[in-house]
């Protein structure tokens, strides 16, 4: 199990230093974008017509890209108030259970976002910038398939822990 682990994070180490840089250039271009957005509204009373699109576009990417590290990380949301008085073999069985659980979300995510792109290639385009909406969808399977591959790894090492400390 532990061999898989390295060999996965090992394999991941290029991706997640992109993803990393991805994220900072999305979120900074949002950050413009949003501000110019702002700035020729009230100043210049004629604001563009593609910025709010393309702040929700960012924002879509941004978020589901961010999802894998919080996955990584496990800081994403969760509700673990009575997880902490139950005895070690208990916390780490609904952890596992959890992570399988999102492991099933994620195969759905991935096999719908993907028949999503199919059905939108070619056929339909954002109505103010004119990019295809495709390329906004395809977030739905790249970024799930990146969280199932965090997930798969996060999932591994918990079947391999043996005290409560590392839990």
Sequence with gaps: ????????????????????ILIVILFGTQVVVVFTQVVTRY???DPFSWS????????????LLASSICIRKNSHLSVDYTIHSLPFKYK???KIVVNLLIMFFLFIMIFYGWKIVIVLFGHQTSAAMRIP?????LALPICGL???LENLISLLKLIGLKNDKDL
């Design 1 to 20: 199990m532990e061999k898989i682990v390295k060999y996965l994070d090992s394999h991941l180490v290029k991706a997640r230093e992109l993803l990393n």
């Design 43 to 45: 100043v210049f009373n």
């Design 52 to 63: 709010e699109e393309m702040a929700r576009y960012i924002q879509v990417w941004m978020i």
């Design 92 to 94: 780490k069985i609904l």
């Design 133 to 137: 909406m495709y390329l906004i969808y």
């Design 146 to 148: 990146l969280m199932l």
